[in-house]
């Protein structure tokens, strides 16, 4: 019986094309052609003032918080229940995450919680899209706006997702996207800092080339470019690029086969769930989701090690997500917990994200629902 691994990476369009061409090109560095049409291709379809592609969308939340101006002692808003590169890059400025509860239907942040942790060295709130589900942005920007704090988007699982109609990556002042491999649209390893803000733009240009202002040299700002700001090489290959535009090409399709699967599980559930058996998923109505994750919420962590592991019998690769940051040694040490957070630990030990990728076959995804009925239908 051969395994469905959790996911399987996969080419949809001329990713081979692309890469000779780009080999072809002579141009194989950073900001190349295929780049510049990867950034021009998000700026039209996200509506940002500027898109620049990263070797990750950690990098791009890392210059985000160049971008913020967080300095020791500054206090950045953000879900525990989250990867840990949401906390890192603040971090590594010196700021202190301070981690809050989230929704119980999204799993999203909780605005409510945010209210209480604001203080007067909060600098900026971290919104996570989970599961590419859209938190409460509305809510969210109104209380940013009345505390002069700045929106950071996470977008790293957000790609061809909305809120209201307005694409996720467009609503805070900056936002992040990922392209790892675990993703919808990927190129093995990859990101995207959105820019929303104009004030942010020519300083994020200077930080992604390094700190120097060599994007106003190429457009004759200047004569010479030379060291202006701190920057890094937070640019990524052409070949990657390349590969990344062809999939990007592809976003509504990729979009469309996975919410094809995953509405097949969400179908496939609703018995179970009608049992108390498992919960499944909660869109709300100002969601359109982009079919980033499947998970199910079962009763207690002994039920859901025993899912994992008859699954495992099966053939069927199923993982858990986030150990909460506030409660890892790292989140202890650099930031610290609103409040209890009994929640987000809860849901950390109940949760399980089944198989999903494009192409997955009827079989296969009869075989993982097979497996989840096996263990829970008793």
């Known amino acids: 019986m051969s395994t469905i691994s959790f996911n399987r990476p996969t080419l949809v369009g001329k990713e081979f094309e692309y890469i000779q061409q780009a080999i072809d090109n002579l141009h194989l560095s950073g900001n190349g052609p295929f780049t510049k049409e990867c950034q021009r291709l998000l700026e039209q379809r996200i509506g940002c003032a500027k898109a620049l592609l990263t070797h990750s969308c950690t990098a791009a939340l890392e210059m985000a918080a160049i971008l913020a101006d967080i300095r020791p002692g500054d206090e950045i808003i953000m879900p525990s229940f989250t990867f840990v590169s949401t906390a890192n890059a603040f971090v590594l400025r010196g700021g202190a995450p301070v981690f809050v509860e989230v929704r119980p ?70 936002a992040a996207l990922s392209f790892h491999e675990t993703k919808n649209v990927i190129s093995g390893e990859g990101g995207a800092l959105l ?127 986030y150990v909460p940051l506030h409660s890892s040694p790292a989140g202890r ?11 987000t630990q809860d849901i950390s030990d109940r949760l399980v994200r089944l198989p999903l990728w494009i192409d997955m076959s009827d079989e296969e995804i009869n075989r993982v629902v097979e497996a989840v009925y096996a263990a829970l239908d008793s």
């Open 105 to 174: 239907d999204t799993l999203n942040i909780d605005v409510k919680a945010i209210e209480k942790a604001i203080t007067s060295r909060t600098k900026a709130i971290v919104p996570v899209h989970y599961a590419g589900v859209a938190s409460d942005m509305d809510e969210l920007l109104e209380l940013a706006d009345r505390h002069g704090l700045l929106v950071i988007e996470d977008a790293a699982q957000g790609i061809n997702a909305s809120y209201k109609e307005r694409p996720l990556g467009s609503l805070g002042h900056l």
């Open 195 to 321: 820019i929303n803000d104009e004030r942010f733009v020519e300083r994020a240009e200077i930080i992604w080339e390094k700190g120097t202002n060599r994007a106003n040299f190429f457009r004759g700002q200047v004569d010479k470019y030379t060291w202006v700001d701190i920057g890094s090489s937070y640019l990524p290959s052409e070949i990657l690029a390349a590969f990344l535009f062809a999939q990007l090409e592809e976003v509504q399709p990729i979009t469309r086969d996975r919410l094809k699967t995953w509405n097949q599980y969400h179908r496939a559930f609703e018995a179970l769930e009608a049992a108390g058996k498992l919960r499944r998923p909660i869109i709300p109505a100002y969601c359109e989701h982009n079919a980033h994750i499947y998970y199910l919420l079962l009763p207690d962590i002994t039920i859901r090690t025993a899912l994992i592991n008859t699954l495992k019998s099966f053939g069927v690769n199923a993982i858990f997500h």
């Open 333 to 343: 040490k650099y930031g610290r917990a609103s409040e209890d957070l009994s929640f």
